[in-house]
C-alpha cells in the first residue's frame, strides 16, 4: 500500500448564510503519494473548499491537514506560504495565469519565489512548456492561448518547483472535450513518468476515471471509495 | 517580482502617468509657493528689525501699561539681568512727507543721540527714499501749526524701527522700553522682563525672525490652507488610484498569494509599483521647481533658491504615498487567499475575544478552582455567528470555539479558548463558555 504524503484530521469548515452550513464537516481522509486521487460530488458539496483547506489557501475551524507529516495548523501565516511555494502546484478551473506575463514567464514566476537562477529558471520553463506541447507559443501572453493552452500552461506552472503534490481544482471544467482529453493525459503521463502526486477536484466521474483512488464528497463529509 | 512590479506600472501607464504629473505639479507649486513665502519672511525681517543688536532687548507696551518704568523686585540669584537704556513714546505724525510713525525721545533719556530742541533723526529708508540728508528739513504738524526740523542723524533702523525721532522734554508717558542684557542668560532676563510687562511685546535680535514669520503665517494663512487642502487633494487622488490598483489585480495578487507569496512580499509588490509614480514625480517637481524659480529670479523676483524648501515641498506629499500604500497594503494582509479569489468580504478589524470582559460573582469559585470563560456576545439569546465546540469537548489555548461577522463581514470576532482544558461550562443563553485545565486529557489526541 502507498504511503500518504497527505492526511487530514476532523476538518470542518461553515460559511454564514443566515444560517451555518457546514461545507466541510469533520473529513478525515489521506492522499496517497505518487497516486492520482478524485475528489468527486456534485455542485455545493464542499469540493472547492476543501481543496482550499488541503491548499493551505485557508484555514479550517478546527481540525488539521498533514504534508508530509508537516501539520498546517502549527504554521503561520508566512510558514503556510513557504508551504505552498515549495510543496504545492496549483491548476484552477479558469487557470488564473497572470495577464501581464508571457507563457514562459508565468511559468518561471514560481521559481523567482524559491531563489531559481533566471537562466536555470527559463531553461526549465521552456523543458516543461515543450512537454505540455506549447513549445512554440513561449512568448504568448494568455489572452493569445486557448482555453486548453491556457490549462497546459497552468499545468507547467504548477510543476515548476516540482511539488509533493498537486491540486487541481476542476481542471476540465472549462475546456471542450478535446481539450480535457489533452489535459488529463498531461496528468496521467507526469504521473506515470514522474511519479507526481495530483488530487483532481471533479463532478465528472468520467474525470474521476483516470484516479487511483476516488472519494467522494456529499454534504460536506467525504467518504472513500476504493 | 521586480519583472511583475514592472508589468503592473506599465500596463495601466496612462493612470501612473496622469500620477506622476500630479505629483510633479504638486511639488512643483509648494517649491515655488515655500520660496516665495520665504521670501515675504526674510524682506518683512529686515523691515520690522533692519537687525535689533544682539545685546538689546525691546519692550513694546500697550496702553493700560503705559508709563510703567519701574522694573520689578529682581528675585533670582546674581545680578539684575537688565539695564535699562532708553525709552520712547511711539506716535503718528503729520509731515510734509506725509503720516509717519514716530518715535518721541524723553530728554532725560539715556540713549545717547544728541538731539537738539528743532532736530529729528530720520531713517535711512526715508533717507534713500527722497533723497534726504543730514542738514536737509523737514516740516511737521505740531499743535501751533507746521514747524520745520534740521535733520541732524540718519539712523539704521535698528533701535526705532523706521520712525522719525524726535526729542520732547515735556515726554513723561512712554510706550517702548529698551534694555541691555547685563547678565546672566538672555532667558533669565527675559523671563524678568516678561515679570515686570505682562502684557507686551518684548523683541530682541533672535526673536525677529520667528516674529516675521508668524506674521507672514498670518498674513498667508489662506495659502496654507490651500497648500493643506492641495495636499489632501493629492492624498485622496493617490488613495483612489491605489485602491481601485488593488481591486482591479486583486485576482492577480491571490494567484500570486497562493503560489507562495508571502504577505511582506505581496505589500512590496503593491509598494512597488505605487511608490514609482510618487518617485518620479517628486524628482520630476523637483526639477520644474527649480526651473521655474530660475525663470522668475531671470524675470526680476528677488527670489533664494533654498535646499530646505525642496525637502519641504517632497516631504510635505509624501504622508500621502504612505497613506496610499499602506490602506491597500493592510488590506492585502488581512485577507486570506479565499477573500481574494472568491471575493468574499476582507474584513477591516479582526478582534480576538479569550477572557470575560468584566467580573461574574457567580463564577468565582470556578475561577478559583482555575477554570477560565470567554462570553460571547449574545443578542436577546440568539449569537449571531458559529459555534464549533460543545460542552466536555477537549480544547486547545487559542483553538477558535465560536466566530461571529458584523458589518457584512468587515469586522469579524474570533472566541478563543482561554486555556488547554476541557469545556465543562457551556451555557447557551448567556453564550458562556468554561474551560477546565486538563492538559493530561489532551495528550492522545493531539500526538
Known amino acids: 500500500m502507498t504511503e500518504a504524503i497527505m492526511r487530514t484530521e476532523r476538518l470542518n469548515k461553515a460559511f454564514s448564510l443566515g444560517e451555518t452550513i457546514y461545507a466541510v464537516s469533520d473529513v478525515s481522509l489521506s492522499i496517497p503519494g505518487g497516486r492520482i486521487t478524485a475528489i468527486v460530488g456534485p455542485s455545493g458539496c464542499g469540493k472547492s473548499t476543501l481543496l482550499s483547506l488541503l491548499g493551505g489557501l485557508d484555514r479550517p475551524m478546527s481540525g488539521d491537514v498533514f504534508l508530509e507529516n508537516q501539520s498546517y495548523r502549527s504554521l503561520s501565516e508566512d510558514g503556510l506560504a513557504l508551504l505552498r511555494r515549495r510543496k504545492l502546484g496549483y491548476v484552477f478551473q479558469f487557470f488564473n495565469l497572470i495577464p501581464h506575463l508571457t507563457a514562459l514567464e508565468n511559468v518561471m514566476l514560481p521559481m523567482s519565489f524559491i531563489g531559481v537562477k533566471r537562466s536555470d529558471a527559463k531553461a526549465r520553463a521552456t523543458d516543461l512548456l515543450e512537454r505540455v506541447g506549447l513549445g512554440k507559443r513561449l512568448s504568448h501572453v494568455p489572452l493569445q492561448l486557448s482555453g486548453g493552452e491556457q490549462q497546459r500552461v497552468a499545468i507547467a506552472r ?18 471542450d472535450s478535446k481539450s480535457r482529453n489533452d489535459v488529463l493525459n498531461l496528468f496521467e503521463k507526469f504521473n506515470q513518468e514522474n511519479g507526481q502526486t495530483f488530487v483532481l ?19 460536506g463529509q467525504a467518504v472513500e471509495d476504493q | ?17 496622469a500620477i506622476t504629473g500630479l505629483f510633479a505639479v504638486s511639488v512643483t507649486l509648494l517649491i515655488v509657493y515655500g520660496t516665495y513665502l520665504e521670501r515675504e519672511g526674510r524682506l518683512l525681517h529686515l523691515k520690522m528689525l533692519g537687525g535689533l543688536p544682539h545685546d538689546l532687548i525691546r519692550v513694546q507696551v500697550r496702553a493700560e501699561q503705559e508709563g510703567a518704568t519701574s522694573l520689578r523686585r529682581y528675585q533670582g540669584a546674581g545680578e539684575v539681568p537688565v539695564v535699562h537704556v532708553g525709552s520712547w513714546r511711539v506716535e503718528v505724525v503729520q509731515t510734509n512727507y506725509g503720516n509717519l510713525p514716530t518715535a518721541v525721545i524723553a530728554e532725560d533719556t539715556g540713549l545717547d543721540l544728541h538731539l537738539e530742541p528743532g532736530e529729528v533723526s530720520i531713517p535711512q529708508v526715508m533717507s534713500t527714499e527722497h533723497s534726504l540728508s543730514v542738514g536737509d528739513q523737514i516740516r511737521i504738524k505740531t499743535t501751533n501749526g507746521f514747524e520745520s526740523l534740521l535733520v541732524a542723524q540718519i539712523h539704521d533702523g535698528a533701535v526705532f524701527g523706521n520712525r522719525l525721532v524726535l526729542s520732547d522734554s515735556s515726554n513723561s508717558m512712554s510706550s517702548v522700553f529698551l534694555y541691555r542684557r547685563q547678565a546672566g ?45 492641495a495636499i489632501g487633494f493629492v492624498t485622496i487622488a493617490f488613495l483612489t488610484v491605489t485602491l481601485f490598483g488593488f481591486l482591479e489585480k486583486r485576482k492577480v495578487l491571490a494567484v500570486v498569494k497562493a503560489l507562495g507569496l508571502r504577505t511582506r512580499e505581496l505589500v512590496a509588490l503593491i509598494a512597488g509599483e505605487a511608490v514609482l509614480p510618487p518617485l518620479f514625480g517628486s524628482i520630476l517637481g523637483c526639477a520644474m521647481g527649480y526651473g521655474a524659480l530660475q525663470w522668475l529670479i531671470a524675470s526680476g523676483q528677488e527670489f533664494t533658491i533654498a535646499t530646505g524648501v525642496f525637502a ?42 479569550k477572557e470575560l470582559p468584566r467580573r461574574y460573582a457567580g463564577l468565582d469559585v470556578q475561577i478559583a478552582q482555575g477554570a477560565r470563560f470567554v462570553k460571547l456576545a449574545m443578542d436577546q439569546g ?55 485545565p486538563e492538559p493530561r486529557a489532551l495528550e492522545p489526541k493531539y500526538r
Open chain 1, 158 to 175: 504548477a510543476l515548476a518547483n516540482s511539488p509533493a503534490l498537486i491540486l487541481a481544482d476542476e481542471p476540465t471544467g472549462n475546456l
Open chain 1, 201 to 219: 477536484i471533479t463532478h465528472d466521474d468520467s474525470v474521476a476515471a483516470i484516479a487511483h483512488k476516488t472519494i467522494r464528497m456529499s454534504d
Open chain 2, 1 to 17: 517580482m521586480m519583472q511583475l512590479t514592472w508589468r503592473f506600472f506599465k500596463k495601466s501607464w496612462r493612470v501612473q502617468l
Open chain 2, 185 to 229: 542668560s538672555l532667558s533669565d532676563a527675559l523671563a524678568y522682563l516678561r515679570r515686570t510687562y505682562s502684557v507686551a511685546e518684548i523683541d530682541h535680535a533672535g526673536s525677529a525672525q520667528s516674529s516675521a514669520q508668524k506674521i507672514v503665517s498670518a498674513v498667508y494663512s489662506p495659502g496654507q490652507r490651500a497648500r493643506f487642502e
Open chain 2, 312 to 353: 519641504v515641498a517632497v516631504a510635505s506629499i509624501w504622508p500621502a504615498v504612505v497613506i496610499g500604500i499602506a490602506i491597500p497594503s493592510r488590506f492585502t494582509q488581512v485577507a486570506t487567499v479565499n477573500q481574494l479569489l472568491f471575493e468574499r468580504p476582507i474584513p477591516l478589524h479582526t478582534a480576538i475575544v
Open chain 2, 382 to 436: 440568539q449569537f449571531d455567528g458559529f459555534v464549533f465546540r460543545g460542552l466536555n469537548d477537549y480544547v486547545k489555548q487559542g483553538e477558535v470555539l465560536a466566530v461571529e461577522e458584523r458589518w457584512w463581514g468587515m469586522q469579524v470576532i474570533e472566541y478563543h479558548a482561554p486555556q488547554t482544558g476541557q469545556i465543562t461550562v457551556f451555557e447557551q443563553e448567556m453564550g458562556l463558555f468554561g474551560v477546565a
